[in-house]
């Protein structure tokens, strides 16, 4: 950094010199420094001094006179300084230090308090002073690490190389150096070949640095510049003879640096030389092959060489597919890797500074194009010429395929038509058979008219095929002549054959329209006798007296139409006699069979006799129906009169043993007498039932299956007497029950008329039943508490446990009477007689059998004495027996 002329920085002279008197006037300045310096730039001046052929040996008289410091800056300068002056004399010496300064000041380094007179007296601290100056100049300056001082620079320098090192911190040019690690850390990150930096030891200074300092001087020509012992003995070492030999080391590896680079710049430019040189060979390769692919495939494009065969010009299509699909795929792949290796060479020339490649005479990018051009020009042409070849051959096949198609469809239609023509079938045929060859001869003669356009068609298709040349035109030609021949002979042979038919119809006319008079009028009579023979002998099943009275006015009606038939009959039959004689006189051979029907005048006379002797019988059919409807209208009146008066009766019996079974009022007792009064009432009215069963068996027996009078069947008045019956039993079980609990739990006839009004309340469809929400309001109603909460919940589901104890759904009302029961009344537990027992046992806890017998009645101390089990506790005697166990077990509480 210049300013003002001069050189500025951290380690100028004027610094450097104000820095040390300060340090010497504050008694920081070691003499041990001095010593230091002087050995380390008399190293340093002497690696310089030597590529001239000379040295020094003593710093501060050798540079005296000048002229070794004049050779020392044109040696680290590169330049050549002033002629010095040879004298001997004291100015001559001035003269030549003075020169050497005033080139250091031309390199914009302030000088302070430096002057010839001092170097020329040897004084030993101007003079260190003027080589460090030298030294900051032109080996430290230079140093530069992202525009750091040359200082910091070379500090930093230090600590990017050493920092993957172990027990290395470079922070400074004098106590970070003591240990040696530091120089041989520098050394091992350049030249690891060098030293084994695993085998050093912080605790070993002297081997690290003489290590160090052998190796750079062997093996870097790094003179020694610096004493080991000096540096461990030295409390802090000198700065400046450290960053002095520091800078060595930088200025060493950066050497080493800059040839490797220089290397890789020439192997990078040669790499990319030889790259273009690859990429030229295969440019005039490919461009070669290509070239010559096209000029070998240029001659068979341009063929037009044909068999004229479909299957020929076809297999050349197919090589040309061919040749698309397979074999010029490769060549456009081969193509554009050319133009990308021509592009890519041109930029990479462009980019290494290369002239642009220039290929071979008639392999340029511009000539593949064109040869390229010309070749997709060649192929268009050649497709077009194939798929026009293609095309005209294509049409010549088709043209001939049509014209045998066409002609073999004519000759097939033609076989037989000259024979047929030339028959005289015709003279023996009855009329229907007459005008049925006409017809069909009319149809021919459309059908004739119709082949007009094929002839046309065939001889137009082989005159096309003889302007075309098609190749077998002779063979074309002679089976068109044939068809024309024949044409003309089927036309002669036609006209005579309508002539025939005509005059044979004019004979067949009369008898004719007889036929057909008679198959128009006997056709819809026979379909009547059919109709009327089925109706009169059809199977009919009814139930009502509507039904067959029905059947009777429709036969009635059809008797009534019996007249006009015998008219149409007769009408018919003279048809046939008016036939037969015209048949007879003019000899007509079948003129008797009628070609319009198969129906006979013997099929129509037997059918209609069949019809007449049918009716009578008819007639009786129907009456013994008649009969037997009035005699089952009969007994749907009989039985509909005895079951609208039991089905009522039963109706009521149910809805009043329904009512004692809700217990809406009276006593358990009364309700008990009711229902067995009823009980007896309905078995007295059993014999209705028996009659009414009766009844209906005659009804199955008849076959009716309805009737209109009533809305009971047999079937609802059983099932609604056999609900009758279980109701009854049902409710004096029930009653007998609740009059058993009452007695037994000592509950009040005003409690059971409550808990039967409460469930009776919440049963709303009276089904004797309750579902589990009802179940719970019936509880709240009667004041039993149950929380909203999750242990009211609980407790409900423990209480709809033991009333549904089998989880139906729903709460009968015994069960819902067994629980208010239990919740309203006071019952024995076990623990009750356990006590009960203890008392008898004069507070043993087991009982004797004779204390049993003479305490209780004898049944009940057989009972016990037979079902207790031998008491096992301590202090048992002889036939002790456990009535705790027995206790227990008789409430379900143990195993027994």
Known sequence: MMENGGYVGQYDEASYMEQEEEWEREGLLDPAWEKQQKKTFTAWCNSHLRKAGTSIENIEDDFRNGLKLMLLLEVISG????????????????????????????????????????????????????????????????????????????????????????????????????????????????????????????????????????????????????????????????????????????????????????????????????????????????????????????????????????????????????????????????????????????????????????????????????????????????????????????????????????????????????????????????????????????????????????????????????????????????????????????????????????????????????????????????????????DLVDMFIVHTMEEIQGLIQAHDQFKATLGEADKEFNVIIGLVRDAEAIVKQEQVPGGLVNPYTTLSADLISRKWSEVRALVPQRDQTLANELRKQQNNEMLRRQFAEKANAVGPWIERQMDAVTAIGMGISGSLEEQLHRLKEYEQAVYAYKPSIEELEKIHQAVQESMIFENRYTHYTMETLRVGWEQLLTSINRNINEVENQILTRDSKGITQEQLTEFRSSFNHFDKNRTGRLAPEEFKSCLVSLGYSIGKDKQGDMDFQRILAVVDPNASGYVQFDAFLDFMTRESTDTDTAEQVIDSFRILASDRPYILPDELRRELPPDQAEYCIQRMPPYKGPNAIPGALDYMSFSTALYGESDL
């Not at 062997?218 to 960053?243: F, H, Q, S």
């Open 79 to 534: 330049e050549t300084l002033p002629k010095p002056d040879r004298g001997k004399m004291r100015f001559h010496k001035i003269a030549n230090v003075n020169k050497a300064l005033d080139f250091i000041a031309s390199k914009g380094v302030k000088l302070v308090s430096i002057g010839a007179e001092e170097i020329v007296d040897g004084n030993l601290k101007m003079t260190l002073g003027m080589i460090w100056t030298i030294i900051l100049r032109f080996a430290i300056q230079d140093i530069s690490v992202e525009e750091m001082t040359a200082k910091e620079g070379l500090l930093l320098w230090c600590q990017r190389k050493t920092a993957p090192y172990k027990n290395v911190n470079v922070q400074n040019f004098h106590l970070s150096f003591k240990d040696g690690l530091a120089f041989c850390a520098l050394i091992h990150r350049h030249r690891p070949d060098l030293i084994d930096y695993s085998k050093l030891s912080k605790d070993n200074p002297l081997e690290n640095l003489n290590t160090a300092f052998d190796v750079a001087e062997k093996y870097l020509d790094i003179p020694r510049m610096l004493d080991p012992d000096d540096l461990i003995n030295t409390p802090k070492p000198d700065e400046r003879a450290i960053m002095t030999y520091v800078s060595c080391y930088y200025h060493a590896f950066q050497g080493a640096q800059q040839a490797e680079t220089a290397a890789n710049r020439i192997c990078k430019v040669l790499k990319v030389n030889q790259e273009n040189e690859r990429l030229m060979e295969e440019y005039e390769r490919l461009a070669s092959d290509l070239l010559e692919w096209i000029r070998r495939t240029m001659p068979w494009l341009n063929s037009r060489q044909s068999d004229s065969t479909l299957a020929g010009v076809q297999k050349k299509l197919e090589e040309y597919r061919t040749y698309r699909r397979k074999h010029k795929p490769p060549r456009v792949e081969q193509k554009a890797k050319l133009e990308t290796n021509f592009n890519t060479l041109q930029t990479k020339l462009r980019l290494s500074n290369r002239p642009a490649y220039m290929p071979t005479e008639g392999k340029m990018v511009s000539d593949i194009t064109n040869s390229w051009k010309g070749l997709e020009h060649a192929e268009k042409a050649f497709e077009e010429w194939l798929l026009a070849e293609t095309m005209r051959l294509e049409r010549l096949e088709h043209l001939a395929q049509k014209f045998k198609h066409k002609a073999d469809t004519h000759e097939d239609w033609t076989k037989g038509k000259e024979e047929m023509l030339q028959s005289q079938d015709f003279r023996n045929c009855k009329l229907n058979e007459l005008k049925a060859l006409k017809k069909k001869h009319e149809a021919f003669e459309s059908d004739l008219a119709a082949h007009q356009d094929r002839v046309e068609q065939i001889a137009a298709i082989a005159q096309e095929l003889n302007t075309l040349e098609y190749h077998d035109c002779a063979s074309v030609n002679a089976r068109c002549q044939r068809i024309c021949d024949q044409w003309d002979r089927l036309g002669a042979l036609t006209q005579r054959r309508r002539q025939g038919l005509d005059e044979a119809e004019r004979i067949l006319e009369k008898i004719d329209l007889l036929h057909l008079e008679f198959a128009k009028r006997a056709a819809p009579f026979n379909n009547w006798l059919d109709g009327a023979r089925e």
